[in-house]
């Protein structure tokens, strides 16, 4: 019987083979610096300007240039004074890169000896699922702690929700809007702040 053998013994299956795993990113995050981490960055910053359009077009069916035409004011002299506000020793820009390529940046500038304001919070799509906005973040608050700043404060489109929730993780509450937040426009903005103890740890 053509069975036989498989009837009497069990028939054994070729082991499968495992396929090989994709090797893990690197991610590398510093403080832009060079004239090509600042042409990085402005490449970056440009791409959040176009994504941001095209986001809050398609959520709230309105041109989001005329929603807040302070947002993105003179944002072509700020990519070319690039790191300007941003430099230090009142500020700080980030950026970070995945197998090299630059992917995301943030950056924060001061707005007195303990207050700071987070600007251009960006990730490429493409590397979205590596963590990198929370990594991001996380560099960025580290080294505002270490300048001093005890107040952080930032504003987004309130459509960017996903923003919002990495905002919250990170520790940021709602705050109304006011003269803390200039250009901020109700129902349009939705502003955020952390506070911090002398320590570093969260006040609230």
């Known amino acids: 019987m053509r069975n036989s053998v498989c009837l009497a013994e069990p028939c054994r299956k070729e082991p499968r083979a495992i396929p090989p795993q994709p090797p893990t990113p690197t991610v590398t995050i510093a403080r832009a610096t060079t004239p090509e981490d600042l042409d990085a960055v402005r490449d970056l910053v440009r791409g959040f300007y176009r994504f941001a359009m095209a986001h809050v077009a398609k959520a709230t069916g309105r041109d989001p240039t005329t929603e807040n035409p302070t947002v993105f004011a003179n944002l072509d002299k700020e990519l070319a004074d690039l790191p300007g506000r941003y430099g230090p020793p009142s ?14 940046t943030v950056a924060y500038f001061g707005q007195s000896a303990t207050e700071m304001e987070i600007k251009r919070m960006f990730v490429r799509e493409d590397a979205w699922g590596h963590g990198l906005g929370a990594r991001l973040l996380d560099m960025l608050l580290t080294e505002a702690r270490a300048a001093g700043y005890r107040h952080f404060k930032l504003s987004t489109h309130v459509s960017l929700t996903h923003a919002h929730g990495l905002y919250r993780r990170m520790g940021f509450v709602d705050a109304p809007i006011s003269a803390d937040f200039p250009g901020a426009i109700e129902g349009v903005d939705l502003c955020m702040e952390m506070r911090v103890h002398e320590d570093g740890r969260s006040a609230r």
């Open 91 to 104: 500020g700080c820009l980030l950026l970070a890169r995945l197998d090299g390529k630059p992917v995301g």
